[in-house]
């Protein structure tokens, strides 16, 4: 006897999300293809203090209280965080110093950038070892960084620019996994669908002049993008790939991972273990919050004022948050 | 006492004189090196150009102003401004410590992982070894192609009447270039038109 079954299309979340997720970004994509520069400061205006928010109480959640067996880890995370941001403070504030030639700051930058991928690669390896597991290849992997970004400075740190996005997109698929498994083989969709849209946004804007240049606010946009170290490549197109990605990184972290993570909702403090634990530090982990809030609304006060020094200092201590993520996206792993 | 004294005194006088005629320390005198990049200057015989033409690519005439900048404020490092086609030599050396580091790596790691014992392992170490020589003969045996008088600017370049004369000159055309890489000379190379058609 035969059984005849028919395949029925069940609308689920994780197709919604999906589809979801595709519109925003053919929207995104259409309006920062037309107007990359303006969207590039709104955006910015708009996101860039909440998203920072964001990440911390995302990361407040993710610590543990006791550092048992990741005692070694945290301390090297932490201890990296700090010194690494300190140093690039330093470096970032001292460039004009009469001291240091032009290629002396060459060297400290390249020096900076070792000390970074030695420490992502030492974490790896840590991680590695938590898990029983031979990770030293990390230090291979990290020395050929190394030695790229020696030869190749300017590339290596533009990289950096345009792979922080990413950074944001990963997480989210390492915090699918845990929470929403059932939406991951849509998630893999939409990361797909990105380079298509960067296709699209790079055919449609590819005859574009170069951007207008002619205020320092417009210059500092550009050369963020990589127009100086692109000259060939019109910095219309590039400023709209950083738009582009920044955009969907701003989206993952204000929108997204909450929406996976309920323990990531900004007013849940009742899973954050430094806060509702017997043991927790809550006073101080109030302070930090409330300091948190009160630098994002200083920010949009700042980029009110004075939109062009404000962008400079949230990019320079932006670093902070840059080199945050990394322990907690390699400990996901 | 007193004689004690006019030893000293002596003493003072005379050595007085004899380190006034020391000859001052000699403060070695930074050499003025002219500001300079390293980079290419290929050279084009084109048969449409109506015109010499110097083609500077726009990243070559910034990295020359930052080092004309860095010469006029005398901050110019030398040891590490020596480079070659824009990378200095603590680049090169710093670059090349950390790679050669990182194929020892690997090397440990592919060795310890015992990755290599297996069939499939010997395979993938052959097929990089075999990549690897593929690429590099490639780059080696791509790179032969022009004859060494067009690989390099030497005499060899230039006829007999421009070395009788030792000389050459002519009007030329300086442009500044976004698609170049390198400096590019364009020599108009027209067809003589002064030749009978039947010839």
Known sequence: MQEIRTGRFELTSAHVFLVAFVAACAVAAVLIGSFPLQLSIVTIFLFAGPHNLMEFRYFAARMPLRWGRSRLYYSVAIGGVVVLTVSYLTLYFASGNWLWSLQSWQVFGSVWNTAFILWVGLLFYLRGKQRRRDWSIAFAAAFLLAGLAWIVPQYWSLSLVYLHPFIAMWFLERQIRRTRPDWLRAYHYCLASIPLFLIALWFAVSGQPDLSEETNLFWRIGQHAGSEIFPSISSYLLVATHVFLESIHYFVWLLLIPLIDKRALPWKLSDVPMFANANGIPKVFVAFLVFSVFVTVALWFGFAADYTTTRDIYFAFAIGHVLAEFPFLVKML | ?199
């Open chain 2, 1 to 199: 006492m007193l004689r004690k004294l006019s030893l000293v005194l002596m003493l003072f006088t005379f050595s007085a004189q004899v380190f006034a005629n020391v000859a001052p320390a000699k403060t070695p005198k930074p050499a003025k090196k002219p500001a300079s990049i390293d980079t290419q200057l290929s050279i084009r015989l084109d048969r449409d150009a109506k015109e010499a033409r110097l083609l500077i690519p726009r990243s070559q005439l910034k990295a020359l102003r930052a080092e004309l900048e860095s010469f006029d404020d005398g901050s110019a490092d030398t040891a590490a401004s020596v480079s070659i086609a824009g990378i200095s030599r603590i680049q090169t050396i710093v670059s090349g410590v950390f790679i050669s580091l990182a194929f020892v790596f690997a090397g440990v790691w592919f060795t310890r992982s015992g990755k290599f014992s297996s069939t499939a392992g010997k395979v993938v170490a052959g097929c990089v070894v075999v990549f690897a020589a593929g690429a590099f003969a490639t780059i080696v045996y791509g790179n032969a192609g022009p004859p060494p008088e067009a690989r390099s600017i030497t005499g060899k370049m230039f006829t007999q009447g421009v070395h009788d004369y030792g000389v050459g000159s002519g009007k030329i055309k300086l442009e500044i270039s976004d698609e170049e890489t390198y400096p590019k000379l364009i020599v108009p190379n027209q067809k003589d038109e002064t030749k009978p058609a039947d010839e």
